[in-house]
């Protein structure tokens, strides 16, 4: 019997059906695909993080004992847990435990603080925390005792920072549970974190269903297979390190997974070459460090046989470098968490390798291309994206606002991108529509900053841009009106950003530019004009 979460859009039962009978929705829960592979080769290697070597019977056993341990913490079936961890082996474990359970983990990107956790704790009604004790110098079991103290019902499991230490001891010292399902695919799954377009967190729920339809086909699209060693430098939580083939693909495969702490080339070209690495999912900044590192010389980087570069746009003089000069495939992807991925295929000719972000995964992808009147554009001219399909939520988790400007009536997700869809039906990324900054692959949703920013003493208006940066892509950039009889050079950068980690904000949303003006540009309906800005 599937379970019925409260704030979840469904989808119309018809079209579940269809989903079914095309065999794009399974019978499979997320975790299932690992145990099976735990059962065919437990001496293989699953996970790599350090010099920590975990074998598939070692995290077979793992998941069982956490999720022993989880369970008498008061975690079951439909409950959520707000999992913040960094790219740690027990990140992994968690997720498979809490799934073992039936239970939701909520994603939250290490990088997050107060202002978010907490907004994900309250949205979510969560039942448990799971954090470390430090996580770059932020005091995260802190921030559990307060959340613990402020909720009754939240319990808090608080790791080292390394994922280890006495906590996880007392979860691993449970007896196993039995390997056996407690949830229907039908049910929620997870829910990921968007880096959204406005004032609030946007979480997106997505089925065993709807996930396991993407991850079982970008395993092939990815050549992800046993001989794979995924590399993954990008935060672990985030969907192209979890499904776009992420950890979920090269687990279901019989491959191993290699944590990196981060994307440096210093961290990981030496993981690249002792471990073999063979693909790696990353965003175009991580890439063109890679590129311009004088290090590359210094190590064999051979093994490397394709790299998934997605999260923002690749230019494609960047692109057209990647194989003479780390000869591995690239292959683009243009995804979101909502759902849709797309990926240029492993095998297209070069130019469309560096000039377009790939074709649909499903066939049961439907994508519309619409001019700003609505009606569709002929090939290769841009548009709109708006798309629905087997693995594209029919609405955000407890939304039900957003949702009504966020989907159309016949479930149409806009996904405020702009696109060409040439005749193949390759896309390509032209720009968006949406007031949302792309800081490398980081989405920071400008009214958040602006909310913040305008809770500042002498601060009488703000508006947050996106400003062209070389190497991200763009930045983040504040321009600030101050108060009456506001001395302007009090209102420094430092002072906003030192306002701005108090509150407990995610440093990559923090301005990394701010001026004072007298005034914003204003369109001639009087609102502030942030194309204007943008220009200026
Ligand atoms: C331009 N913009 C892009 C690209 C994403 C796989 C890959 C990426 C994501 C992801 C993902 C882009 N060029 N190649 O979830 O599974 C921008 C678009 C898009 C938004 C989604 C996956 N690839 N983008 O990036 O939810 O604006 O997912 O709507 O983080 O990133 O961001 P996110």
Redesign the pocket.
Known sequence: EPLVLDGFVPYPADVAEGYRRAGYWTDETLQEPLFASVARHPERTAVVAGDEIVSYGELGDRVLRVAAGLADLGVGRGDRVVVHLPNVPSFIVVVYALWELGAVPTFAPAAHRRTEITQFVELTEARAYVTVSVHDGADLAGLAAELTAARSGLRAVVLDPDGGGPELDRLLAHTPLAHERRSSPQDVALL?T??GTTGRPKL?PHTHETYGH?VRLSIPLCGIGAHSVQLIAVPVC???AV??P?FLGVLAAGGTVVLAPDGSPDTVFPLIERHGVTQA?V?PPLLLAWLNSSMRAKFDLSSLHSL???????SAEAARRVRPELGAILQ???????GL?NYNRLDVDDETSATC??LPVSPGDELLVLADDGTPVAPGTPGHLLTRGPSTIRGYFRAPELNAASFTEDGYYR???IVARDERGYLT?VG?S?D?I?RG???VAPEEVENLILALDGVHDVSVIGIADRVLGERVKAYVVPRDGVDPSTLTLAAVRRHLRERGLAAYKMPDALEVVAEFPRTAMGKISKLLQRQS
């Open positions: 990921q968007s880096g997106i993407s985030h969907s192209m499904r776009s992420g999912s965003v998934h570069v997605g999260g923002a746009k690749l683009q992807g243009f995804g979101m968490a909502e991925v972000q790939g996904t405020g991108d990324v968006r949406k949302q792309n692959g980081e989405k």
